[in-house]
Each structure stands twice: as C-alpha cells, then as structure tokens.
C-alpha cells in the first residue's frame, strides 16, 4: 500500500518540491500521544550551501511509510495506513525536530 506524503522540511536533502525524494520513510515516536512526539527517522539535514533544484530531484508524492508509533489510529503492523500524510518541521536541524502532522490518538 502506498500513502501520499506531503513534505515540509525544507533542510531535509530529501525534500523535493515540497514532497520527498524517498520511496520509503521511517516515522518513529514509538511511545507518542501527541503528533510533537513523533517524528521522521529518514531525515538527514543538507549539508550547508546544497541545493535541492526541482530539474534534478525525483519528487515522490505516493509510497510506503514504516511506522512505529504504535499510538496512532492510523498504526497497523508497523506501517501507516493513512490515505495522505503530512510531515512537517520548516527548518529542522535534526530528526526530533520533525513531526507527523497526520498523527491521530488512538
């Protein structure tokens, strides 16, 4: 099953035009109750001065998305089976600085 993911996190090397480069993404915050506890395991900050240009990244709007927090209505088996999520975190120095805005107690 493959889930549209919107991205946000601009200081990702993996965001391209507002999705993600990936075909997969890892969202962790195993113990979460609320969305500011989870957060992307694939996020890996650009190095400072590159760019990310849309006419050289390959923008992936649709895939699979492993999820361990187990907390989320949308949790199944270690996957996300929401139809659409959102990751968000603007300037994110590190992986705790993102989060799941789809993120939904159980």
């Not at 507002?18 to 993404?25: D, E, K, T, V």
Request: charged share 15%; glycine share 8%.
């Amino acid at each position: 099953m493959t889930t549209g993911l919107t991205c946000t996190v601009n200081t990702c090397i993996n965001h391209c035009d507002g999705y993600c480069s990936l075909h997969s993404i890892n969202i962790g915050g195993h113990q979460a109750m609320m969305k500011d506890e989870t957060f992307c395991r694939s996020f890996a900050q650009r190095p400072e001065g590159a760019q990310n240009s849309t006419n050289f990244c390959a923008a992936n709007p649709h895939m699979s998305i492993k999820c361990s927090v187990e907390g989320c209505a949308y949790y199944k088996n270690g996957r996300c089976k929401a139809e659409n999520v959102i990751v968000s975190g603007g300037s994110a120095d590190a992986m705790q600085d993102t989060l799941c805005d789809t993120f939904t107690m159980r």
